[in-house]
């Protein structure tokens, strides 16, 4: 004979300031989790848009990414001439492209500074990224100093808006002409300028950091590649883009994960512990309903289990309330710094429907094992003891 489940949710009302107490506890405990999951998701899902299959970069040999690559410019010619390169007539779809990172101050952080990714780019590039889109304004003509700023930066720093200019360095100034979206990815938070512009200011001349192609076709992947690394004197390596840019994010998204699941470990030990003497409470409060409880048939199992449902659901509504509210973060924009680029990206929130069910899991599993000692104490009072308490 088992206790009806009314009695078990009834006792939680009775204790209003424990239950809601515990609640809360375990509450914070699935926000966080679940914030911490759904940034670490927002940044493989940001750097992850940021390529297609169907496109292939090339670096030099030994380069992890763009920063640390350099090929010269006669390469750049072997590279287009390659097989598995889509051509449009004569011409081959590929750009060769220059990245650096510049120092910028952010605006309303009394003076503090941050890392921008200046991305030097042909007309090419744009045809290339078909994601790509001019929102405001219009693209920066070649050969000239304007440039196209991405939407995650746009007001962020100073100089980064639709009319406004900035220094690539030092008396060499460049002005906004248009604001360009990418479908969320790490392109909106670069600024795009003449190749040539760039390799001038920074006296680059003569190389390019890397050289983005587009493919026959996916399958075609295979054999570019193996024409980039065949000739071990070429020095290079190609990746196919999606790949690259979910490489790029696996530090920073590993180290989001960690920290997230260390304050969340530790969260949880606190509302376990909370459930626990909330219980505990309940067992010693409640000692004459065990009692009598007994003296009626019920079994130790029944008594432990309405103890343990007592705990998981209380435990379960935290969960769910923990994970709506997570669920607010997805209107947030979080910036931080990608540690393999070193510039400082706009990420979102992303969540999922496994996120958010894994998180309240998590929950209601806090309070199984924060409700089950409780409840084999419970289970094991002596009805004459349990009615004399």
């Given at each position: ?99 650096v990172v510049i120092s910028a101050d952010k605006l309303g952080t009394a003076g503090q500074i941050s890392n921008i990714q200046i991305r030097g780019v042909q007309p090419t590039s744009y045809a290339l990224r078909k994601e790509l889109k001019i929102v405001e304004g219009r693209p920066a003509e070649p050969g000239t100093d304007e440039a196209v700023i991405g939407k995650g930066v746009r007001g962020r720093f100073q100089g980064m808006e639709l009319g406004q200019s900035f220094d690539l360095k030092k008396n060499r100034p460049v002005k906004v002409v248009g604001v360009f979206e990418s479908n969320g990815s790490s392109f909106e938070s670069e ?199």
């Open positions: 004979m088992f206790i009806p489940l009314s009695y078990s949710i009834r006792s939680l009302f009775v204790r209003k300031t424990t239950t809601i107490a515990t609640a809360f506890g375990i509450g914070l405990v699935v926000f966080v989790l679940a914030s911490s999951l759904m940034l670490s998701n927002g940044i493989q899902r940001t750097l992850g848009a940021s390529g297609s299959p169907d496109r292939a970069i090339v670096l030099r040999k030994g380069s992890d990414n763009e920063l640390s690559s350099n090929i010269e410019q006669p390469k750049v010619g072997i590279i287009m001439a390659a097989p598995g390169v889509k051509k449009d007539g004569a011409t081959s779809l590929a750009a060769g492209e220059i990245v600024v795009w300028v003449d190749a040539d512009t760039l390799r001038s200011s920074f006296g680059r001349m003569g190389v390019t950091s890397s050289v983005l192609v587009q493919l026959d076709s996916r399958s075609s992947f295979d054999v570019f590649k193996n024409a980039m690394e065949h000739d071990k004197q070429l020095g290079l390596q190609a990746f196919r883009e999606t790949d690259y840019y979910e490489k790029q994010s696996e530090n920073t998204s590993i180290f989001i994960k960690a920290i997230g699941i260390m304050v969340t470990f530790f969260f949880s030990l606190g509302a376990m512990v909370g459930a626990t003497i909330t219980m505990y409470a309940a067992v010693s409060q409640r000692s004459k309903e065990i009692g009598t409880l007994k003296a009626l048939g019920f079994s130790r199992f029944s008594i432990l289990s309405a103890f343990v449902v007592e705990a998981v659901f209380l435990a379960l509504v935290g969960g769910v309330l923990g994970a709506l509210a997570s669920l607010g973060m997805g209107l947030v924009k979080f910036s931080m710094m990608n540690f393999a680029t070193w510039q400082e990206i706009t990420f979102s929130f992303s969540p999922t429907i496994p996120i958010i069910l894994g998180s309240m899991l998590i929950g209601g599993f806090m309070g199984f094992l924060g409700g089950l000692f409780p409840a084999i104490r419970a289970s094991r009072l002596s009805p004459i003891a349990a009615m004399r308490g």
